[in-house]
Nanobody, 132 residues
Framework: QVQLVESGGGSVQAGGSLRLSCVISELDGRSRCVGWFRQVPGKERVGVGR????????????DYVDSVRGRFTISFEKHKRTVFLQMTSLKPEDSGVYYC?????????????????????WGQGTEVSVSN
């Protein structure tokens, strides 16, 4: 079973930056698609971006939802088995608990961020608070 551990959340003022980390226990076919999601109390998780990997995890491609495109960047360091979510120009509406989720690459379409598959594995989340 692939396991994910997020970290890096915190409290910042609007306009600030944070970098979230998602450490992946196993780099294999079950984790070639990793997405980042945000959830606020009483609402469903909302996808913010995803990254898909080639078979050897040497190549990758990232995509973002419109609300964060240009402000958030997803990157990967293979030797650390870690996917990062660099968040800049943060807004109060970016606040929430951020989760990463992993799934096989066949699920790595835009739909992954809207309706994650039941096979997706989730981390425990890390909280981000952005204040004015």
């Amino acid at each position: 079973q692939v396991q994910l551990v997020e970290s890096g959340g915190g409290s910042v003022q609007a306009g600030g930056s944070l970098r979230l980390s998602c450490v992946i226990s196993e780099l294999d076919g079950r984790s070639r698609c990793v997405g980042w999601f945000r959830q606020v109390p009483g609402k469903e998780r909302v996808g913010v971006g995803r990254i898909s990997f080639g078979v050897s995890f040497e190549d990758s491609s990232a995509d973002y939802v419109d609300s964060v495109r240009g402000r958030f960047t997803i990157s990967f360091e293979k030797h650390k088995r870690t996917v990062f979510l660099q968040m800049t120009s943060l807004k109060p509406e970016d606040s929430g608990v951020y989760y990463c989720a992993a799934a096989p690459v066949g699920y790595c379409t835009a739909a992954f961020l809207v309706r994650p598959p039941s096979v997706a594995v989730w981390g425990q989340g890390t909280e981000v608070s952005v204040s004015n």
